[in-house]
């Protein structure tokens, strides 16, 4: 499913959806995805440090000191922490919030998806996909791409994320 150019609602129906999400396609909202294995797919297109044999999803919690490959060999990070400003996050708030971990393997205009919430581990919250880009020493762009309506980020698996391209 994909809401095409400007701000969309996608309303993901019985079985195994996939939502594409796209840097330039607008804001889209989606409503009813079933997240965990057997549930709905997120896809991503014109994403180009993400491809298809650079899906690895990681779910971490911040203050575990989390090591982040951008590009290479994680571009799909899910904080496992409850982030405040979710909704508005910065590249300020974003490397705020991996300050006790390490991104390694980011080159300047690399990209990867973060998956942010206020309240990772309820179904009573939205969950925000952001488009980040690092300058090779922090992030220095949030886009949002996506909200993810009443989803709980934290059953999220790899099994939800369906090609890079």
């Known amino acids: 499913m994909d809401g095409g150019t400007g701000n969309d609602t996608i309303t993901t129906g019985n079985g195994a959806d ?5 840097a330039s396609a607008g804001t889209d ?10 549930g709905d797919k997120i896809a991503a ?5 993400i491809t298809t044999n650079d899906v690895t999803f990681l779910k ?10 951008v590009g290479a060999t994680a571009g799909v990070l899910a904080l496992a922490a409850n982030v405040a400003n979710a909704a508005t996050l910065s590249a300020a708030d974003l490397n ?10 980011a080159d300047d205009g690399e990209k990867g998806i973060v998956l942010v919430s206020t309240d990772f581990d309820s ?10 880009e690092h300058d090779g020493t922090d992030f ?7 909200t993810f309506k009443n989803m709980e980020l934290d059953n999220l698996t790899a ?3 369906d090609g890079f391209a």
């Open 159 to 161: 099994a939800n994320f």
């Open 29 to 38: 909202i989606t409503t009813d995805f079933t997240a965990g294995d057997g």
């Open 123 to 132: 179904a009573a919250v939205d969950v925000y996909a952001y488009i980040v």
């Open 96 to 105: 705020t919030a991996l300050t006790n971990g390490t991104i390694s393997g």
């Open 45 to 49: 297109a014109g994403i180009e440090a």
């Open 140 to 146: 220095d762009g949030v886009t949002l791409l996506a």
């Open 18 to 22: 996939t939502v594409t999400l796209a």
């Open 60 to 69: 971490s919690d911040v203050g575990a000191g989390v090591t982040w490959d």
